[in-house]
């Protein structure tokens, strides 16, 4: 709605509408005078921290007088050494999403052609409509993104193109033999960003390493976090893998300290427990199989995933279900508003709260 300040306003910011995240805890808790909330709703992980983190943000809060390290050094040695690249090929941020908005600001120019796929992460076009870029879309197949049609679409106009495997919200992946023949023809003068947020849970033997694309020179620049299987969200710590001269031009469009000091100690930490990481994804494991046992024996069809939530076609109205659902305790996100209308989206919880959901489930069809 306009205001005395609205004549002041960018353009681009004007078309931009906030993010509506999943419902938070506390709010259902309120809203509906509940004890007991679970949250299925953004895909974090449902074990809470790791002990090994908890000790570490314990042991670093006495040094929060000091600023943090702006260039993350311990941090950046840690990941360099674990991902066997050079250390110039990484940049940390503010979550996975504060760096989709440096790489816009680095190399978005107004009128720039951005190409995504809808629907997807929202977070994409966000950016690209904060730079002023002129938005290609791309249909997703219906659960696939197909990368002939984003050829297709490639014109000498093209700046950017957004990628995500898995996808969000479909939970699928985009294969190695498909990256590969997709990279091939992409001219060296667009840069093609590949959101790997949730690539720790991948199964699939077809996943490509997408590393390997960025060390043979390809324009490839590949975003993941802290914020899923290292059960960090809240603390909001990303980084980016690209050829160190993309690197060095992105590091220009950073804020100073823009990764606090809790988020680098616990990051590293993270990084060091893997027994925590493979019990994630055991976890993640067991509930999928689980879930996707207890859907079909309901006839509810799903989208296989690679992740740690699943696309359920629920064939009914979403925003109903919602609405039914918070009113027991379970929050999940409704497939409408994230494009796949008569869908839900349910993140992969702990046993107990899968059977919970399931049982909520049951109740609400029953009726
Ligand atoms: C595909 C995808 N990319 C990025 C993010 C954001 O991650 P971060 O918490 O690191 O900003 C999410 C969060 O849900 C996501 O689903």
Same mark, same amino acid.
């Given at each position: 709605?306009?205001?005395?300040?609205?004549?002041?306003?960018r353009?681009?910011?004007?078309?931009?509408?906030?993010?509506?995240?999943?419902?938070?805890?506390?709010?259902?808790?309120?809203?509906?005078?509940?004890?007991?909330?679970?949250?299925?709703?953004?895909?974090e992980?449902? +074990?809470?921290?790791?002990?090994?983190?908890k000790?570490?943000?314990? #042991?670093?809060?006495?040094?929060?007088?000091?600023?943090?390290?702006?260039?993350?050094?311990?941090?950046?040695?840690?990941?360099?050494?674990?991902?066997?690249?050079?250390?110039?090929? +990484?940049?940390? $941020? #503010?979550g996975?999403?504060?760096?989709?908005?440096?790489?816009?600001?680095?190399?978005?120019?107004? $009128?720039?052609?951005?190409?995504?796929?809808?629907?997807?992460?929202?977070e994409?076009?966000?950016?690209?409509? @904060?730079?002023?870029?002129?938005?290609?879309?791309?249909?997703?197949?219906?659960?696939?993104q197909?990368?002939?049609?984003?050829?297709?679409?490639?014109s000498d106009?093209? !700046?950017?193109?957004?990628l995500?495997?898995? /996808?969000?919200?479909?939970?699928?992946?985009?294969?190695?033999?498909?990256?590969r023949?997709?990279?091939?023809?992409?001219p060296?003068?667009?840069?093609?960003?590949?959101?790997?947020?949730?690539?720790?849970?991948?199964?699939?033997?077809?996943?490509?390493?997408? +590393?390997?694309?960025?060390?043979?020179?390809?324009? @490839?620049?590949?975003?993941?976090?802290?914020?899923?299987?290292?059960?960090?969200?809240?603390?909001?710590?990303?980084?980016?893998?690209?050829d160190?001269?993309?690197?060095?031009l992105?590091? !220009?469009?950073?804020?100073?300290?823009?990764?606090?000091?809790?988020?680098?100690?616990?990051?590293?930490?993270?990084?060091?427990?893997?027994?925590?990481?493979? #019990?994630?994804?055991?976890?993640?494991?067991?509930?999928?199989?689980?879930?996707?046992?207890?859907?079909?024996?309901?006839?509810?069809?799903?989208?296989?995933?690679?992740?740690?939530?699943?696309?359920? #076609?629920?064939?009914?109205?979403?925003?109903?279900?919602?609405e039914?659902?918070?009113?027991?305790?379970?929050?999940?996100?409704? $497939?409408?508003?994230?494009?796949?209308? $008569? /869908?839900?989206?349910?993140?992969?919880?702990?046993?107990?709260?899968?059977? @919970?959901?399931i049982?909520?489930?049951?109740?609400? +069809?029953?009726?």
């Amino acid at each position: 709605m306009a205001n005395k300040y609205s004549r002041m306003i960018r353009e681009e910011i004007d078309t931009l509408s906030p993010y509506i995240p999943g419902k938070p805890i506390e709010e259902v808790q309120e809203e509906y005078g509940l004890e007991r909330v679970i949250k299925l709703a953004s895909n974090e992980n449902p +074990l809470g921290l790791s002990e090994k983190v908890k000790k570490a943000v314990i #042991n670093e809060l006495s040094t929060l007088n000091r600023y943090p390290d702006g260039d993350c050094r311990f941090l950046k040695r840690a990941m360099a050494g674990k991902l066997n690249i050079s250390e110039d090929m +990484l940049l940390f $941020g #503010n979550g996975s999403d504060g760096l989709l908005k440096v790489i816009a600001e680095t190399f978005i120019n107004k $009128g720039d052609e951005v190409i995504v796929f809808d629907p997807s992460f929202v977070e994409y076009t966000f950016v690209a409509n @904060l730079m002023g870029a002129d938005l290609k879309r791309v249909k997703m197949n219906p659960y696939h993104q197909d990368l002939d049609k984003v050829l297709e679409l490639v014109s000498d106009k093209t !700046k950017m193109i957004f990628l995500t495997s898995p /996808h969000n919200p479909a939970g699928t992946i985009i294969t190695d033999r498909k990256l590969r023949v997709f990279l091939d023809r992409i001219p060296d003068n667009i840069l093609v960003i590949m959101d790997e947020a949730y690539y720790e849970y991948v199964q699939s033997d077809e996943y490509p390493d997408s +590393l390997e694309y960025i060390k043979k020179g390809y324009p @490839l620049i590949v975003l993941r976090t802290f914020s899923k299987v290292y059960a960090l969200a809240g603390l909001r710590i990303g980084y980016l893998i690209a050829d160190s001269e993309i690197v060095s031009l992105a590091a !220009k469009a950073l804020d100073p300290f823009n990764v606090n000091r809790i988020a680098q100690a616990a990051a590293l930490a993270a990084i060091e427990d893997e027994e925590f990481l493979e #019990n994630s994804i055991r976890v993640n494991e067991a509930g999928k199989e689980y879930l996707y046992r207890e859907l079909e024996k309901r006839n509810i069809s799903y989208v296989p995933t690679e992740a740690n939530f699943i696309l359920v #076609n629920m064939e009914m109205d979403c925003m109903k279900l919602f609405e039914d659902l918070l009113r027991m305790g379970v929050i999940i996100r409704p $497939g409408k508003p994230l494009g796949y209308p $008569g /869908h839900i989206r349910l993140s992969i919880g702990t046993e107990e709260e899968n059977k @919970l959901f399931i049982n909520s489930i049951d109740k609400l +069809l029953g009726e």
